[in-house]
């Protein structure tokens, strides 16, 4: 599954965008979140218009997956999950506008420091949209 060369979230300790996070899910993310977890989909997460989304912790509220003791957007954090995080998370910042067109998330603090996308993650963005459109 492809990834980002380089991520500036983990050279910069960066957890922003796992907090508040309304991440959708594939069904192959379930699967292998449910998988190598051990848990069941509505331990990790919650549908909400036909779509499967992550779930934050209460107290944090941050991704139930992330690693944090603080709900300070802004406090470091680590994926517990990280090998086998959703495709989502794989791809962003890289996000898709309402005419499918792919851009850097301008809520991301290091969206400059991404190197140019690489053609499997637009792809694998699309093909999370596509089934996610079909979900709904």
């Known amino acids: 599954m492809g990834t980002w060369p380089t991520s500036p979230c983990l050279e910069k300790g960066c957890s922003f965008c796992c907090r508040s996070t309304e991440m959708p899910l594939s069904s192959s993310d379930i699967l292998r979140i449910a998988t190598t977890t051990g848990q069941h989909p509505n331990h990790f997460s ?50 898709l506008n309402t005419d499918d067109e792919a851009f850097l998330d301008t809520l991301c603090p290091h969206r400059e420091d991404f190197p140019e996308a690489p053609p499997e993650l ?11 459109q079909g979900q709904s």
């Open 122 to 132: 637009l792809e694998m963005l699309r093909n999370l949209d596509s089934e996610l």
């Open 46 to 95: 919650k549908e909400e218009e036909g779509i499967r989304i992550l779930l934050n912790n209460p107290t944090t509220k941050a991704c139930v997956f992330l690693d944090t003791d603080s709900e300070d957007p802004h406090a470091p954090g680590l994926c517990s999950i990280y090998e086998n995080r959703p495709t989502g998370c794989r791809t962003y910042p890289l996000i």
